[in-house]
């Protein structure tokens, strides 16, 4: 494979995007900060094919990116491959307001076909190339110029690992038939709206144990300011205010600003300097949820009375059972939240009953909670069987251990 010198000017960049447009997929990383900045600063982006692999400086005085951009969000015939891609989307999103595509995900991947949760990038090459990584440059600071042979051959190095990588991956996909499983999640990594920063959504990620429509109001008044300060100074949301600190702002809002120096989490200059001032002004104009704002309460208890707990641990238990049945991860095949709203009695907008997932893991699901399916000792090993099937091979070494009445 050609490793070209770092990328550093528009001329340079077009041409080798000319290139890789022709082939079948490019595999991307991207290095960035973000410690002190609201936005990550791309500070490097390495690709690669199968025959060339280059690292492109977006620091470089007068270099257009213009070119990698269109590769990587227009040329729909080019496949974009990362790993652990998420952040690397995010930067993506934020230079264009869209995201690349098609894309694919080897960690994502990685969950398909082992019990690989999520399997990080050292391990992957060292489990398929059986190489060991230098992590010594992983920590740099990628803002600095220049930057040294050795964070530009570690960088590259990201790249041409992973093209290698995936094609392996890739042939066992089609061998296991479980390529189609992961479609539903590569759309949803490319999916934009999982890349807006949208300040009136921002309280939903807060914690906070009040469902008062009042304090809630606060709370996403609260949040959305503080959202809008970060991203006006360019500066992390928790520098402005920690999430803990906005919670209980928004329970225990004080009635003038000369009370803003008790906060704890806050400093005292908030008694009368401007943003402190800005927020005050933002509290008093907060206006409560209205009923249809309000998020949906958890699930308290389940139909099946005291055993609701239980049948979700059993639930878990299926689900650790049938992972290691099929040789997938466990967190690909379902969600804590679906078994316990299974538990629930929930059967609508669950992901387990549908599609592959149902197939797999969902249909002897319900036949858990149903009381049509036990746990079993076969062999010395906790498997599942329906109850008929049990009843019938009893005489054969099989113990029932546990099952589930409905």
Known sequence: MKIHPLINTTEALAELC???????????????????????????????????AAAIDPLAPGIDLTPLLDLLVDNEDVLKVFHAGGQDVEIVFNLTGRTPHPIFDTQIAMMAISQSEQIGYSNLVEAWLGLTIDKGARFTDWSRRPLTERQIEYAIGDVTHLSKIFPRILKRLIK?????????????????????????????????????????????????WREHEAMDKNIPRGRIMRDETL?????????????????????????????????????????PLKTEELPPRAPRGAPLGKEGALVADLLKLLL????????????????????????????????????WRYEQFGHDALDLVEGKLAFAVVAGKLKMAHIDDIGSSSGEGEEPVAHVDG
């Open 176 to 224: 296991t038939g479980r390529g189609e499983w992961l479609n539903v999640e590569m759309e949803r990594l490319a999916d934009a709206d999982n890349y807006r920063s949208d300040p009136d959504t921002a309280w939903q990620k807060v914690r906070a144990p009040s469902r008062n429509p009042t304090v809630l109001g606060r709370l996403r008044a609260i949040a959305a």
């Open 320 to 355: 650790k059972i049938r992972a290691r049945e099929i040789d997938i991860a466990a967190r690909l095949l379902a969600r804590s939240d679906d078994l316990e709203s299974l538990a629930a009695g929930q059967r609508k907008g669950l992901s387990i009953l549908e599609g």
């Open 247 to 287: 919670a209980d702002i928004a329970s225990h809002p004080p009635k003038e600003q000369a009370e803003l120096a008790k906060v704890r989490g806050l400093s005292t200059g908030w008694r009368d300097n401007e943003i402190g001032r800005r927020l005050m002004g933002v509290i008093a104009e907060a206006q």
């Open 18 to 52: 000319g290139r890789l447009s022709k082939a079948d997929f490019v595999a991307v990383d991207t290095e960035f900060m973000r410690e002190n900045t609201y936005w990550p600063e791309l500070c490097l982006v390495q690709v690669a094919d199968t025959n060339e």
